[in-house]
């Protein structure tokens, strides 16, 4: 099982730009979140996506959204991308409402 | 309301030694306190985790004590070796909050051969 999937590993991209992360979870989990975990800090939850729907939202500006496909796949989306969403972006999936896994990340670097 | 405190931000242990690390938090909603531990470029991997109703849980050399009154709670890495050096975080959440999981700001542990 290769467990919780993300692409890209890396991507760079300019201040104003648009982004989308993608997160394949593990096998038998329907439920994906997301985090964002900037440089030197703990992850911080952005929001939550069950049967195709965001469930659970955090501190996080409108310019981040995001999908769930009919797979369990879930996309990470930002626009206007500014400096400071430079930060490792973390998918975590889970089999309904228990603790989930994570993937190893997309590092997002904004110039 | 939301925030976990920990301490210390990086930690040195010489191997064999035991790692201590501490976490405070406000909400009293939260009933669920897991440690991650993270290596470079990988993503968070759970460690070990308590619910207050116990006071102290152990898995292998790592060990959880929780004091709720104090709102707080620790991990212990007994006989700390190389392979240990990594990022620890500390984090909490409520079931009601599903995967909104508060972390911590993150512990550099080196442990020195």
């Known amino acids: 099982d290769a467990g919780v999937t993300q692409s890209p590993t890396h991507l760079i991209k300019t201040r104003g730009q648009q982004v989308t992360l993608r997160c394949s979870p593990k096998?038998?989990?329907?439920?994906v979140s997301w985090y964002q975990q900037a440089l030197g800090q703990g992850p911080q939850f952005i929001f939550q996506y069950y049967e195709e729907e965001e469930r659970q939202r955090g501190n996080f500006p409108d310019r981040f959204s995001g999908h769930q496909f009919p797979n369990y796949s879930s996309e990470l989306n930002v626009n206007a991308l500014l400096l400071g969403d430079s930060a490792l972006y973390l998918c975590a999936s889970s089999p309904g409402q228990v603790l989930g896994i994570f993937g190893q990340g997309t590092r997002l670097t904004v110039v | 309301q939301q925030q976990v405190k920990q301490s210390p931000q990086s930690l040195i242990v010489q191997k064999g030694g035991i790692s201590i690390i501490n976490c405070a938090y406000e909400n009293t909603a939260f009933d669920y306190f897991p440690w991650y531990q993270q290596f470079p470029g990988k993503g968070p991997a759970l460690l070990i985790a308590i619910r207050p109703d116990v006071s102290e849980k152990k898995e292998g050399r790592f060990t959880i004590s929780f004091n709720k009154s104090a709102k707080q709670f620790s991990l212990h890495i007994m006989d700390s070796q190389p392979g240990d050096s990594a990022t620890y975080f500390c984090?909490?959440?409520?079931?009601?909050?599903?995967?909104?999981?508060?972390f911590g700001p993150g512990t550099r542990l080196s442990v020195l051969p």
């Open positions: 984090a909490a959440s409520n079931d009601n909050y599903g995967q909104n999981f508060v």
């Open positions: 096998s038998g989990h329907d439920t």
